[in-house]
């Protein structure tokens, strides 16, 4: 595969996400039939906590992608994980949550798959720099990639999966890699 072929994989992961916030929009495309409404509903509700109008519509789209109507994942898949999060106190939701990260974003379970290698070796703190090499041989070097790792680490710092300390990522929860 030429780099130009690996450049156009395509990522649609750019912004940190909020495990409440995947919970939220879960919920509102299991209980709101019509996808505009839960388009709106989900906005007003990030509204509150994303003044950026570019930020907003990205990371709405984002979780539409994920949790909402615009998931490649089936619904039923969808409903399972919102009946399954349902019975769990949000503090034991974090394994469904990435579940369906994983099953909905190819690149989201390439950096797990990458920050669970680095583990496995015992890499005693990650650099960003060694997601940047080893992303970039499958999804080319562009000046996108960067970001886009940093907003995946960030989430699964969100989920309490990573700890950030100065320059490395340290993995705090060994068993939701699995």
Known sequence: MSSVERARIPVYFDRPLRPEWIDFTLDQFVREPDPAAQRRIVREYLA??????????????????????????????????????????????????????????????????????????????????????????????????????????ETLAHFQLLEHRGRKWFVVDRAQFG
């Open 48 to 153: 509150q906590e994303i003044r950026s109008p570019e930020t907003l519509r990205k990371t709405l789209t984002q979780l539409l992608r994920y949790a909402g109507p615009l998931s490649t994942l089936p619904r039923e898949t969808l409903c399972l994980a919102h009946q399954q999060m349902s019975e769990l106190a949000p503090s034991a939701r974090g394994s469904i949550r990435l579940r369906l990260l994983r099953a909905s974003n190819p690149f989201l379970a390439d950096c797990l798959a990458t920050i669970q290698r680095l583990d496995e070796l015992g890499v005693a703190g990650i650099e960003v720099a060694q997601m940047y090499d080893r992303l970039g041989a499958k999804y080319g070097t562009r000046g996108t990639i960067p970001r886009r790792v940093r907003a995946a680490l």
